[in-house]
């Protein structure tokens, strides 16, 4: 914690914050992935059949304890938003948020429980009354399954609680409960209560998300374009997460009955496929909305952009910005991370950054009218291979490189030829370019980045008031927005500046943003 003052954050900045913490969880959810994809789809019969070695004993363990492990984040994904809504969100004390997180999850399916007990619905074990009332098992109680959307709402009341609740005075003769003990007790009290209006008002709820399900479903070929577009455009702003984890997880993603029982959200679906042996080929409409519809553009559009860029710089700063360009296509072709490349146009040029995002949506499109069934989060090689190749050909994988080199193409003209025309100021097109074409000197700190320069850019330690970051940028609150000196920050190999309101704004750093705002944090 940088300081004791608290600033009343606006309902944009609420928003960010909110779509930040959902990062935690679906990070673990993608490697989770992997491991349930490699687990499955090495031991299944086609693979065997191709490769007889992998019949021994040990081969079979190994594949079933990765499909063990990589289900972990599926079986307790809606505690684990519960739990990092709250951590990511509070500005201290983020050990008695979380664990209040936890808490607040488990004493409001509790509440649900003593309704439904109390009401004669529950004890049972008859499944059309289970699934006329939506009754699953969550945690060991049987209780309305609310899925993200009821754990979101959980972490967010948690978190209010705690912001109210963590320095709370009590008498003396109570003072022992007072303070960051108070959280999890006022959660308690107020999480359950509220787990008793749960079975009266949680039918509406249902029906507003199925009835956002039904409007994406009835798009038709619209419905990926319309999500893969708004999740570009999104992006800048921090709030593409929100619109992610809606599809991903509730029921606007689609609901599908898997394995004896019903599954909604798009990602949850394709899960639920990949660990139930009766599943022969993935669902379409789950997986139009998930890494397949992103590789055209990770696999090819953007690498092709980053040529573009190279060729329309100045012969002689090229080498300069090689490394750069290079760095981002790596990071966007196997870790699934664009913006370190998309920074690199979406301020100089914002027309070409709609243009990227129309363009993605269409990949979108694209991939679903040609039937790939790919899954998982990034769109990445690693989600190709694992997800796609490995599962055979019913998966349609090998239209992937096809699409991927018209991307690239596409891309590399329309970039090249509006760079030239316009004369857009992407890298290296001028010596005092702002995405840095000189080196700054050499620093030996783990993240490679001139740190104490970085803090004086933002006007010194005395002028920040919260430091926190997300996958890709460091999000700061100031006391005085003017001390911040975005030509410097560029300077120092900062890909963009995000100026919010008078006291906000985002550093897009890239990959390494964890290490800078660690080293940040200890040199405050």
């Not at 086609?46 to 070695?53: A, G, N, Q, R, S």
């Not at 914002?350 to 769109?379: C, E, K, Q, R, S």
């Amino acid at each position: 914690m940088l300081t004791q003052k608290k600033q009343k954050i606006t309902l944009w900045e609420f928003f960010q914050s909110l779509g930040k913490t959902f990062m935690l969880p679906v990070v673990l959810l993608s490697f989770c992935g992997i491991m349930l994809g490699i687990g499955s789809s090495l031991s299944s019969r086609e693979v065997i059949t191709l490769l007889p070695i992998l019949d021994h004993t040990v081969f079979r363990l190994l594949f079933a304890w990765m499909s063990k492990i990589g289900s972990l984040a599926f079986s307790f994904l809606p505690v684990m938003f519960a739990i990092a809504i709250p951590l990511g969100m509070a500005r201290e004390n983020k050990g008695v948020a979380a664990f209040a997180g936890f808490v607040g999850f488990t004493v409001f399916n509790l509440g649900i429980n003593f309704y439904l007990t109390t009401t004669g619905i529950l004890p049972t074990t008859d499944s059309p009354i289970l699934k006329a009332n939506n009754i699953q098992n969550i945690l060991g109680i049987q209780s309305i399954d609310t899925g993200i959307l009821g754990a979101v709402i959980v972490g967010i009341i948690v978190y209010l609680l705690h912001e109210r609740c963590n320095t709370v005075r009590l008498p003396d003769a109570l003072a022992f409960f007072g303070g960051v003990r108070f959280v999890p007790i006022i959660t308690t009290l107020i999480l359950g209560l509220i787990g008793l209006l749960v079975p009266l008002i949680w039918p509406w709820f249902a029906m507003g998300i199925i009835g956002l399900g039904k409007l994406i479903n009835d798009a038709g070929i619209l419905g990926p374009m319309v999500f893969g577009t708004s999740e570009r455009l999104l992006l800048p702003f921090g709030l593409h997460h929100i619109l992610v984890a809606l599809i991903r997880f509730t029921e606007a993603g689609g609901t599908m009955e898997i394995c004896g029982h019903s599954v909604s959200g798009a990602l949850t679906i394709f899960q639920e496929q990949l660990s139930c042996l009766e599943t022969n080929n993935f669902s379409g409409s789950a997986t139009q909305f998930l890494s397949q519809g992103k590789m055209p553009t990770f696999l090819g559009g953007l690498p092709g952009a980053a040529l573009a860029m190279y060729h329309c710089a100045k012969p002689e700063n090229r080498h300069k910005i090689k490394g750069l360009l290079i760095s981002g296509i790596v990071a966007c072709m196997i870790g699934g991370t664009t913006e370190p490349i998309e920074f690199l146009f979406l301020f100089a040029a914002p027309v070409l950054y709609l243009v990227h995002a129309l363009l993605t949506g269409f990949g979108f499109t694209i991939m679903a009218v040609l039937g790939v069934t790919i899954g998982n989060t990034d769109g990445n090689i690693i989600d190709f291979i694992v997800f796609g190749i490995l599962h055979g050909l019913k998966t349609k994988w090998y239209l992937v490189p096809i699409i991927a080199v018209i991307w690239f193409v596409i891309y590399y003209i329309i970039f090249r030829f509006a760079i030239i025309l316009f004369n857009i100021k992407t890298p290296g097109r001028e010596i005092d370019n702002n995405h840095k074409v000189n080196r700054p000197p050499a620093v030996t700190n783990k993240s490679d980045y001139d740190i104490p320069a970085i803090l004086a850019a933002l006007g010194g330690k005395d002028n920040i008031i919260s430091l926190d970051n997300c996958i890709t940028r460091l999000r700061l609150s100031v006391k005085n927005i003017s001390l911040v000196d975005d030509e410097k920050l560029k300077s120092l190999r900062i890909l963009g500046i995000i100026h919010l309101n008078q006291h906000n704004l985002q550093v897009v750093i890239g990959p390494q943003v964890q290490s800078v705002k660690d080293e940040l944090d200890a040199l405050i």
